[in-house]
Structures are given as C-alpha cells and as structure tokens.
C-alpha cells in the first residue's frame, strides 16, 4: 500500500485568523508540504491542476513536480488530476515524459476531466463533449508515447503525419496512468480497456457509489483480460483531521469545516463524517476508519489523504503530517499488508517493473489484444 497526501491549492480563508494566503504563499507552503512528506515517510506526494482562483495549484502540474524532484531522493510525485479533456495531448506527451527522465521514473500521473466546468471554453472546449475528449486525447497521448513516426487523426485536434513527441519515454516505458474520476462510468472502462490503474477520489461520495464504480472496473478489467478483477490497481482518496484524542480534534477542525468553501454551510461534521471518507479524530480512528476502505472495495494499491485544504494554516498542516509518520503510517501500512491477499499487488508498478514487463513481451494491450 502506497499512502500519500495531496495538495488541491485552495487559497482559502483561515476562519480563525482572517488570514487568506495569497498565491506566492500558497505555492510555498505546497514546496514545504511536499519536502515534509518524504522526511516524515508518505510514499506519494501529489498535485491537482487548476487555471482559476482560489486555486494555486499549478495549471502546468510538471512545472511543480520538476522543482520538487530535484530537492527530494525517494517520494513518488504525481499528479491528483491532469485535465485530460482540455489540454493538448501532445503537450502532455513531452512534458510527462520529460518528468518521468526528471525524476529517473519515480512519477507517475493521475488524468481526469476536472471538477471546474468554465475551464471548458477557456481552451475552446465544449463541455458536452467531455467523455468524448478524454476518450480521444487518452488515445492519442497513449499512441504518442508507444509509437514513432505516428498519423493519426481525430475529431477534436488537427491530424498528426509521421509525427514522434521528444522526449522519448523513459526507457522506453511510459508513464504508469491512474483514470480519475468520481463520477463517470465511462472513465472506469477506459482505465479497465487499457490496463491501467483507477483513482476514485471519493472524499464526496458515499460509499456505495464508490464501490459500484470500483466493482465496474474490476469487472472490465478482468475481462479484457488483463488480470482477475481483484488484480486491479486501484486508489482512493481520504479526508482526515487528527489530533492525540478525538474531542480536541473534532474542537479544533469544526471551525475549518463549518466555513470551508466545498462543503460549509451544509450538511454537519458528524453526517458529512459519516457518508463521506473524512475522518476527524484520535490517530487509532483514523487508522480503523481506513482500514474499513478495503472492506469497501478489496484490496487497492493507493490512499491519497487531503490534509492542506479550508484554510488550515501550515504550521497545522505540517503537525498532522507528523502525527501521520509517528502513529498513523507504520500500523497503516503493517495492517494493509497483513490482510492483503497475496495474490494482489501491494502498489501498482514502479518503473523498473513496468520495464521488466515490457522486455518479458507482458506489458498490457488495449483491449486485451493487438
């Protein structure tokens, strides 16, 4: 089990203090993040992408990512999201695989359509056609990194004639893929047809929605033959607020929740903790609240906890991620691989294992076959 944080860079109002971060404060206090997560032991530290206010995310996420490789040894990066429907797949093709030499394949990316619908017509997209983008510009990116010398042609961008994206992937190997999405079906076959991983960021949904999207691309995956369905690489996403008890973390985090701009003003702390992944508690509570995600949906590869949001300043962001390390972390981990079928692989594959693969002639076929 990889367990990881990510940052969606809201600039958002600290309703204690009054004090909302502007961008250049928010962008450090990600750096700070990032470089804290690998000392304090999280495998994964990852990023959303986002063109509007009150984001500070990165709208080009491999901008962050390159500054980040170069000052930590050993912490995955990736991405939360990258918007797949409305930036140009051959951008993608050449700024990721750039990343992936970067970072001598310690990367991988995380490609969705994105929760901001004006971002649509912003590139001169149509938002109606949203599954039709990401089915299209996953196809052409895919082409770009496994072929040379590429034509293609397609509805929504101009054809490309004996066309190769430089830099070349990583020996060879492309970047590993997780779909994004909390919502769409659609998204989940696309990650089943190409035998590729599913992020199902799921920290607004209830729990049955969350496991009849995983049980879909279990299925589909398992049928286009890439493994058994409970062989799939899965990853979900998390919420959590801890402190040593609960009370003093229930006390402390109700202001952020009450006044956040996603959620506040609706349903209360305990209903949202209830039907959602949020937890907000003691270190032990946080533990047995995650442990039940593989109840949910077997056993899954990736837990991705959002720590940074609603206005919490960074001096706090940075304590639970040290409470994570000390007490949170080591059980996690220890209770995940005690229960794990050993027929399922603890992480998705890392980039040496994605070569030995393709070398052996095993590496995934769209569709199943040629």
Do not use: C
Request: glycine share 8%; hydrophobic share 40%.
């Amino acid at each position: 089990m990889e367990i990881g944080v990510f940052s969606i860079g809201d600039m958002t109002e600290d309703p204690l203090t009054g004090h909302t971060p502007d961008e250049h404060e928010k962008i450090q206090m990600q750096l700070a993040i990032a470089k804290h997560a690998e000392e304090v032991g999280f495998d994964v530290f990852a990023v959303g992408q986002h063109h509007n206010p009150p984001f500070a995310a990165p709208g080009n996420p491999p901008v962050l990512l390159a500054y980040l490789a170069a000052v930590t040894k050993k912490i995955k990066l990736s991405t939360a999201v990258t918007l797949i429907t409305t930036m140009d797949p051959v951008r993608l093709a050449e700024d990721y695989a750039y990343l992936q030499h970067l970072t001598e394949g310690r990367m991988d990316l995380a490609l969705g359509r994105g929760n901001t619908g004006p971002v649509y017509p912003w590139f001169g997209r149509d938002i109606r056609k949203g599954i039709e983008l990401a089915i299209e510009n996953y196809d052409l990116l895919y082409r770009l990194w496994h072929n040379e010398n590429l034509n293609w042609h397609g509805e929504f961008r101009t054809p490309l004639n004996h066309f190769t994206s430089m830099p070349r992937p990583l020996d060879g190997v492309a970047p590993f893929v997780w779909h994004a999405s909390i919502r769409s079906p659609e998204t989940a076959e696309q990650a089943a047809y190409y035998g590729d991983g599913f992020f199902h960021n799921n920290i607004f949904w209830n729990k049955e929605h969350v496991i009849n999207m995983v049980n879909l691309y279990r299925q589909r995956y398992e049928f286009y033959g890439h493994g058994k369905a409970k062989q799939a690489y899965v990853a979900l996403g998390a919420q959590a607020y801890v402190a040593k008890n609960s009370q003093d973390a229930v006390r402390e985090f109700r202001p952020y929740f009450d006044n956040a701009p996603v959620y506040g003003h609706g349903p209360s702390l305990e209903d949202f903790s209830e039907i959602t992944p949020l937890t907000v508690g003691s270190p032990q509570e946080i533990i047995d609240r995650t442990l039940t995600f593989r109840d949910w949906v077997g056993d899954y590869q990736r837990t991705l906890f959002l720590i940074d949001h609603a206005g919490l300043p960074l001096k706090t962001v940075l304590n639970q991620m040290d409470i994570f390390g000390a007490d949170i972390l080591p059980t996690l981990r220890k209770e995940f691989e005690s229960r794990r079928d050993p027929e399922v692989p603890a992480t998705a594959p890392s980039h040496a294992a994605m070569v030995e693969l393709a070398q052996a002639g095993h590496a995934p076929i769209p569709g199943g076959n040629k």
